[in-house]
């Protein structure tokens, strides 16, 4: 059995009565908004917002016919929930379904963005999920400790990630700016709480439950 489902597995029946109270912050900005983001309003707008970028983070395979977006934030308890959905889905439908990534960090957690960044800096090095499923499965952890940064740094030397590279990375302008275009491009579909999931560029409402989330992906198949 792979070893990053066997991590998940650990609380997905406690999280799972998370998801019933998604996170909803309604009207409220991230850190890293950009200034007169507007909804798209028209289809097309839409489509290519939605479309598959290079630079997305992607797991499962790039010529699917099903994808699953996913606008994302790392201190919140429901997006956690559906990370260990999406790496189990990921294993279980294999190259049916491709599942993408992108960060939408909301100011009310402290640490998120700074959870970005460490995520963004990992990717550079080729580790981007790894980093990922560290962040999110030790999450109660480091959102409770105020000092996430230690515990994140904890993760980079337990990746053995180039240590000067990765403090190179994280003082880049251009890790930032690929934060906020994620954020950005998200507020122009309208998205107004986390996570939020399109799949085939259609929003999906809540499954709430791993069977629930399941039988929407596979409508589209």
């Excluded at 560290?134 to 337990?158: H, K, P």
């Excluded at 690929?178 to 399109?198: A, N």
Aim: aromatic share 12%; with cysteine.
């Amino acid at each position: 059995m792979n070893k990053r489902y066997v991590l998940w597995g650990g609380f997905i029946g406690v999280i799972v009565i998370v998801v019933l109270v998604m996170v909803r912050f309604a009207g409220q900005e991230s850190d890293v908004t950009v200034a007169n983001s507007a909804p798209a309003n028209n289809s097309d707008e839409r489509s290519a917002i939605l479309e598959v970028r290079d630079d997305d983070w992607m797991k499962g395979n790039p010529d699917a016919d099903v994808v699953v977006i996913k606008y994302s934030d790392f201190q919140c308890p429901a997006c956690r929930f559906y990370a260990s959905m999406d790496d189990r889905l990921s294993e279980e439908l294999g190259d049916e379904v491709l599942f993408i990534y992108r960060h939408f960090p909301l100011q009310n957690f402290q640490f998120s963005r700074l959870a970005s960044t460490y995520a963004e800096a990992a990717g550079r090095q080729g580790q981007f999920w790894d980093m990922h499923d560290l962040i999110y499965i030790n999450q109660q952890r480091w959102s409770r400790s105020g000092d996430a940064e230690t515990m994140f740094n904890q993760f980079v030397d337990s990746l053995e990630l180039d240590r000067e590279q990765f403090e190179a990375d994280l003082e880049d302008p251009g890790l930032m700016d690929r934060i906020r275009s994620d954020y950005d491009d998200g507020r122009q579909l309208g998205v107004r709480s986390v996570p939020t999931v399109f799949i085939n560029g259609e929003a999906i409402d809540s499954p709430g439950s791993f069977d629930g989330y399941r039988s929407l992906i596979e409508a589209h198949m």
